[in-house]
């Protein structure tokens, strides 16, 4: 499994950035696909989480201002972050996830600025 991570960049606090994850490769037994985060310092974190069910869950700091979706015809999930706040800023990196593995795409840096 191949993940792109792609639509970070520099945005001013309070506005919106959509980031997308695309899939290729051999995605059977995908249950699920995360986004997580890292800023500098700072250990990595999950933000959200979508099952190939549809459920989903969020971290608590982004509750309410982001939210994850999938389109399952183009193998791609998304993370809409609206009211984007300085704390955003870090690299994000999606993540698939089989039952005993779990594969990383490359990232891609969100700067939020004050």
């Known amino acids: 499994v191949q993940l792109q991570a792609s639509g970070g960049g520099l945005v001013q606090a309070g506005g919106s950035l959509r980031l997308s994850c695309a899939a290729s490769?051999?995605?059977?037994?995908?249950?699920?696909t995360g986004w997580y985060r890292q800023a500098p310092g700072k250990e990595r974190e999950l933000v959200a989480f979508?099952?190939?069910?549809?459920?989903?869950n969020y971290a608590d700091s982004v509750e309410g201002r982001f939210t994850i979706s999938r389109d399952n015809a183009k193998n791609t999930v998304y993370l809409q972050m609206n009211s984007l706040k300085p704390e955003d800023t870090a690299v994000y990196y999606c993540?698939?996830?089989?039952?005993?593995?779990?594969?990383w795409g490359q990232g891609t840096l969100v700067t939020v600025s004050s």
């Open positions: 993540s698939a996830k089989r039952t005993v593995v779990a594969y």
């Open positions: 490769g051999s995605i059977s037994g995908i249950y699920g």
């Open positions: 979508i099952t190939s069910g549809g459920s989903t």
